[in-house]
Each structure stands twice: as C-alpha cells, then as structure tokens.
C-alpha cells in the first residue's frame, strides 16, 4: 500500500516479489477488485496503476474466491427478489441460504451460524424490524446475537432507514438491488470492527444514499423493461433474466386480480403488501415504468387517498400490458 505521491515503479515491485498495489487512502471497491483479480489469475503475471493492480495475463484455474468462505442467511419473501439476491451472491462466491420471513430466520439463527444477515423489511409472520429485535436479545436461544444485519428496504425515507438502526440493523441497502453496492457492504460488515451505524456514529465508506442503477433510469422513459440495467444487475446472465421475467409475467394477471379483490374490499393493509410486493418484483427486474406507477399507487394507499385509488391503479394496469408485451415479444 503506498501514498499517492510515493509510488515506485514496476521493476522495483517485481524485484522484491510484490504482486500489485494499491493507493491509500484505500477504497474499499478496488481491495475487492483486486483480491479478484489475484484469486482469478497467476499473481506473478500482474501489472500496476496508481490505484490497483491490474491482471495482464490470461485467467488460469482459480483459487478460491476471498468471498467464498462468507455464509450468508437471506430473509425475503419475494421470489423474484430472492432468486436476484442469491444469483448476485452466489456469482461471487458466498454461500447464500434463503428463508421466506422473520420466524424462519430466527429459528435458523438459534441451530445454525451465519456470518451476515440480508434482511428484508416486509415480511409475513414475522418482519425485518420484529425479527432484528429478537435476534439482539441476549435472553434468546440465537446463537450470535452480534451477526452483522444489513436491511433491504425500497423505503427511502429517511423514518424508514432510523428503524432499522434503531432496530439493531447495522445497515441497509436499497432495492432495487445494486450488485457492487451490496457485496461492498457485505464485505464492510464482515471485516468491521463497529456493530452498529448509530451507536458509531459511522457511515459504510463509498456508498451513495440511493440506490445507483434506480437512480440513473430517466424518470420519463418509455422502456418497459430497461434492460442494461437489468443485465448489470444479474451479472450479465441473460438467461436467468429472461427466465424472471417470465415467471413475474406469468403470475401479473393474478396478482393483479388480489390487488383489485383487496380493494374492493377495502382491506388497506393487505393491498399496500401486495402492491409493495409487486413493485419490489418490478424494480429488481428493472421494469420502471410499471415499478414506478405501483409506487405512485403505494403513495395513495399510504396517504390513505381512496379517492385517487382507481385513476392510479389504471395507470398500473397499463404498466402491466406494456411489460406483458414487452416479454411476449422475447424470444
């Protein structure tokens, strides 16, 4: 590690058999880069930068990954948005476990050992802010109580992320997921010291407020299903995209039947879940027209705005054919 201004050159690295640099003050996306680069190539044959050492030859069998010793317990009871999270875990290396809401997450954590948990905030049963609370109480038969917890909110609110400290969350991450931006926590929270964002009064370093690829989307775009950002977001496997896609299509038209069935009968809490649900699905599948109107929707149920229910709901539904044909015309 050398200081911006102190940087030898390349033959006196390969003199003493140093395999790359890196600049302080260190970022924690170039360790990570450069320990992948180091775990996917032969280590002598690495050439240098003023940040990072980059990899000049070509790949040979790969060590293991740095990542791969990391046992992840993932709480969520959105489908889509496991099969998102376990693939961006799984494609780097980490041993991922899934359960489907709090109550399972609890039961597993008092026979098993996990080194992080990702946790979702909504769920059946048991939530995220209920089962974190329960995790951190000594007198419970949990095994860590000190397991580092990230939330996945797609709350931006300010109220929602003070929760999840308040909880005993060390952290949260936007969804629609950002792949860099989750491992990145992931591997702040597995090699820190602290044990929590607001006892610390600490920020994990390098991380925007918000969610990176959400962000970039234009808000005016007709696209139905961005799909650069989805790709990025699946690490490129264009299959299992094109596979969620599918699934989510499939199950539309029933999940908008409930959405409608819900409210007709006024029952406020059970449609906000599902349209929340639903909008989660959309955001991780980058279909931002429809995420985008089912947040709009999910605005009026909150503000406890019937009035506006029907208009906003046939914008949705209009959302939704638009992503139905978009996925019809896939081959």
């Known amino acids: 590690m050398t200081s911006g201004g102190d940087f030898p050159d390349t033959q006196t690295f ?11 003050p260190i970022q924690i996306r170039h360790l990570y880069k450069y320990l992948e680069n180091i775990s996917n190539s032969d280590p002598t044959g690495m ?6 050492a980059v990899n000049k030859s070509s790949p040979k069998t790969a060590d293991p990954s740095p990542l791969s010793n990391i046992r992840i317990l993932l709480a969520e009871d959105n489908l889509i948005n496991q099969e998102v999270a376990i693939r961006i875990l799984q494609k780097k290396g980490l041993l991922a476990q899934a359960v489907m809401n709090g109550r399972e997450a609890v039961n597993l954590l008092a026979t098993t050992s996990f080194d992080l948990v990702l946790m979702d905030m909504q769920m059946p049963e048991m939530d995220g802010l209920q089962a974190t609370r329960y995790i951190r109480d000594e007198s419970t038969p949990v095994i ?26 060390n952290d949260y991450i936007s969804k629609p997921f950002n792949p860099v931006q989750l491992i990145e926590k992931i591997i702040y929270w597995k090699n820190s010291t602290h044990t929590s964002l607001v006892q610390n009064n600490v920020q994990s370093p390098d991380f925007p407020s918000s969610n990176t690829d959400q962000n970039t989307v234009n808000e005016t775009t007709s ?24 699934k989510m299509d499939a199950r539309l038209e029933d999940n908008l039947a409930e959405i409608k069935l819900a409210l007709e009968s006024k029952n406020a809490e059970q449609v906000k879940q599902l349209v929340h649900k639903l909008k989660g699905s959309a955001g991780n599948l980058s279909a931002e027209p429809l995420r985008r109107a089912l947040g709009s929707l999910e605005k009026i149920l909150i503000e406890n705005n019937w009035d506006a229910v029907v208009e906003e709901l ?4 209009a959302r939704a054919d638009e992503f139905h044909n978009a996925v019809a015309d896939l081959k």
Not at 14 to 24: D, F, P
Not at 223 to 246: G, H, N, S, T
């Open 14 to 24: 390969e003199e003493a058999g140093v395999s790359g640099s890196l600049t302080k």
């Open 144 to 169: 860590n109580h000190k397991v580092p917890i990230i939330a996945m909110t797609a709350n931006a609110m300010q109220k929602d992320h003070d929760a999840c400290l308040q909880a005993g969350m």
């Open 47 to 52: 050439a240098f930068s003023n940040s990072i």
């Open 314 to 317: 046939d914008e949705v539904i």
């Open 223 to 246: 696209a139905p299903i961005e799909f650069d950002a989805l790709y990025r977001r699946l690490m490129d496997d264009k299959e299992l995209a094109l596979r969620l896609l599918k």
